[in-house]
């Protein structure tokens, strides 16, 4: 049972223009939201982060909305650049505390900027 | 200078077959991980060590064995190697806090093929 869902595998995009990766997920009791970027051979990289206090954070390019009734969160990469082509994973944990969460992580749509 | 290195980058390798995956990282970080992608792609953890202690060890068979010598060093070893088996192991490694996770930083990989 997926409880993190990308539903897009894939995603083309012009450079220079808006490229925006949508997340689902359907456990009202996650409340810290991240985005993963890969290259292929390499390991995921964190990009950004949310938590369910705010529904935006931006950082440079890259800004995330949640919407927590809708339980959807989105990735906008504006302007969109050849290098952000790669892999984007969307994953989805707990406030717990004190001791290590764990990280569930959607399928990742594969995002292609083309010059 | 790499922070989260983990080797071999390949393994192939025949069923029944013994092996191990060592892991290592230099960012200080008091919590590691092995996570699984699938050929579905998704990437699922499937053990957390904090100081040396298991932490999290999610439904993997027992065939799978981890083992953390230090902080810095988690190493995966799976004995009766299965078809099943094969998919890109991830290793990660964070610093625990108080409240929301830590972002993961990953390795690079081991593609581990099983004929």
Redesign the interface.
Known sequence: DQQVKQNSPSLSVQEGRISILNCDYTNSMFDYFLWYKKYPAEGPTFLISISSIKDKNEDGRFTVFLNKSAKHLSLHIVPSQPGDSAVYFCAASFYYGGSQGNLIFGKGTKLSVKP | DTA?SQTPKYLVTQMGNDKSIKCEQNLGHD?MYWYKQDS??????MF?Y?NKEL??N?TVPNRFSPKSPDKAHLNLHINSLELGDSAVY?C?S?Q?T????S???????TRLTVT
Do not use: D, M
């Not at chain 2, 108080?98 to 996770?101: E, I, L, N």
């Not at chain 2, 972002?103 to 990989?109: I, M, R, S, T, V």
């Open positions: 989260v919590t579905k792609k998704f990437l699922k953890i957390s904090n932490i999290i999610e991830f990660a964070s625990s108080r409240g929301y996770p972002p993961l930083h990953f390795g690079n990989g």
